[in-house]
């Protein structure tokens, strides 16, 4: 899974509700995140790991709040990630603590593109990446 999230992503962004979608450009190395507006801006980050099968993440709760630092977690992440995937996952909010949350992760991986629906109750925002 380390060796499948490490590189350079372009992520198209349809958010739920009202919000305009968008391209941000992402940048994961063996322990860390940066999220931009282009390729070269790097304004939002933070860190990573695997733990087991838990994928934690911190960092701002948004690139608007950088001093609001944050975890959330994918949980029974699978090791290794094949050719094609299709994976729903338990998303563990910032400040929630249980194993499940309601929240959830719908995971697609295939021909190159990785797909993420999060979805929480009715709510979808879809992230659509793809390497660069």
């Not at 994961?28 to 980050?45: E, F, L, Q, V, Y």
């Amino acid at each position: 899974m380390t060796a499948f999230l490490r590189g350079k992503w372009r992520v198209e962004v349809v958010p739920a509700g009202r919000g305009s979608a968008g391209t941000l450009f992402a940048e994961i190395t063996a322990s860390s995140w940066t999220i931009g507006k282009n390729p070269r801006d790097s304004s939002w980050g933070g860190q990573w790991a695997l733990l087991g099968d838990k994928l934690a993440i911190q960092g701002p709760e948004s690139p608007t709040d950088l001093d609001e630092l944050v975890e959330v977690a994918a949980l029974n992440v699978p090791r290794k990630v094949g050719p094609t995937e299709s994976l729903l996952l338990p998303w563990r909010p910032p400040g929630d603590s249980s194993a499940d949350a309601g929240q959830k992760l719908k995971v697609t991986y295939a021909k190159g593109t990785l797909h993420i629906v999060h979805i929480e109750g009715e709510s979808r925002t879809e992230f659509t990446c793809t390497r660069m």
